[in-house]
């Protein structure tokens, strides 16, 4: 996880504490040991926060139209349903636009 400044706080540059530098709020820590160990810190202290970074595991299919997603039933000159045809594996003739909804 990231750890994030919410405010503005000194805090050592490293391990040894030698060195001191202003943190400024909206700034991630070192993503390592010594920035963990800092952040935990600023943590209890009310200065930073832990972000959770979510990743895109599925994406949306914006070409999907209103029909496919609502699922209109195709039907003859008559108005009666149509029946999907067993040989065409690709396409539902019972559905308006060939495929049925999900």
């Given at each position: 996880?990231?750890?994030?400044?919410?405010?503005?706080?000194?805090?050592?540059?490293?391990?040894?504490?030698?060195?001191?530098?202003?943190?400024k709020a909206g700034?991630?820590?070192?993503?390592?040991?010594?920035?963990?160990?800092?952040?935990?810190?600023?943590?209890?202290?009310?200065?930073?926060?832990?972000?959770?970074?979510?990743?895109?595991?599925?994406?949306?299919?914006?070409?999907?139209?209103?029909?496919?997603?609502?699922?209109?039933?195709?039907?003859?000159?008559?108005?009666?349903?149509?029946?999907?045809?067993?040989?065409?594996?690709?396409y539902n003739e019972?559905?308006?636009?060939?495929?049925?909804?999900?």
């Open positions: 996880m990231t750890i994030k400044m919410l405010h503005d706080a000194k805090g050592a540059t490293d391990a040894s504490g030698a060195h001191v530098r202003l943190y700034e991630e820590l070192p993503d390592n040991a010594f920035g963990k160990s800092l952040g935990q810190s600023f943590i209890n202290a009310g200065l930073a926060e832990e972000v959770k970074v979510v990743s895109v595991m599925e994406t949306k299919d914006t070409n999907v139209t209103k029909t496919t997603l609502t699922g209109k039933r195709a039907r003859n000159k008559k108005g009666q349903l149509v029946a999907d045809d067993p040989n065409t594996q690709d019972a559905w308006e636009g060939g495929v049925a909804p999900k």
